[in-house]
């Protein structure tokens, strides 16, 4: 069965703050890992990860994929209350365009003024 | 932006009452999805849709479920006889072959 573990599972800091987000994962046939923003409702998109090593980053946030060891870190610098949010990690899986992702339990960021 | 459109936002029913839940996918993706998430737990794969069938499904996805595309832009989730642990939040979602998946806001949905 695959899995999807993401560490911590919530998170208080600052504003200002820079925060690390931690996915790691078991798959059978991995082809991508995804992050994504859930606030209030919808989970947002991010970040598609499919090859090792190279950090994608948008604004204060990046993130970087290592199949070698099965994690993926997410990084917000200056961090701000609107990052207030949960963060979830997904795993899709090879085999086809119509696979379903598995998401892990996602990290509950909160962000203090 | 393009956006996924679910309705309705919240609904309420009896447990064994039958349900359905509509999505608007974005006009040009080509795989449809359904996710649902428990409260305080995390989100779950039902079922995916490509070609006009059903292409994967989830051990949730059992005979109480079914989905259909009616009309070429409508995409709907069916729950034949809701029992009280169908409660959550219904996310669809779809995607081009290439890119992430974009999803809707969810229907919150509460059996009583």
């Known amino acids: 069965e695959d899995k999807v573990v993401q560490s911590p599972l919530s998170l208080v800091v600052h504003e200002g703050d820079t925060v690390t987000l931690n996915c790691s994962y078991e798959?059978?046939?991995?082809?991508?890992l995804l992050w994504y923003k859930q606030e209030k409702k919808a989970p947002t998109f991010l970040f598609m990860l499919?090859?090792?090593?190279i950090e994608k980053k948008s604004g204060r946030l990046s993130s970087i994929l290592d199949k070698k060891e099965l994690f993926s870190i997410l990084n917000i610098t200056a961090t701000q209350t609107g990052d207030s949010a949960i963060y979830l990690c997904?795993?899709?899986?090879?085999?086809?365009?119509?696979?379903?992702?598995?998401f892990g339990k996602g990290t509950h960021l909160i962000i203090q003024p | 932006e393009p956006e996924v459109t679910q309705t309705p936002s919240h609904q309420v029913t009896q447990m064994g009452q039958e349900v359905i839940l509509r999505c608007v996918p974005i006009s040009n993706h080509l795989y449809f999805y359904w996710y649902r998430q428990i409260l305080g737990q995390k989100v779950e794969f039902l079922v995916s849709f490509y070609n006009n069938e059903i292409s994967e499904k989830s051990e949730i996805f059992d005979d109480q479920f079914s989905v259909e595309r009616p009309d070429g832009s409508n995409f709907t989730l069916k729950i034949r006889s809701t029992k009280l642990e169908d409660s959550a939040m219904y996310f669809c979602a779809s995607r081009t072959g290439t890119y992430g998946y974009t999803f809707g806001s969810g229907t919150r949905l509460t059996v009583v």
């Open positions: 499919t090859s090792s090593g």
């Open positions: 997904a795993v899709l899986p090879s085999g086809g365009g119509a696979d379903g992702l598995t």
């Open positions: 798959v059978t046939n991995f082809r991508s």
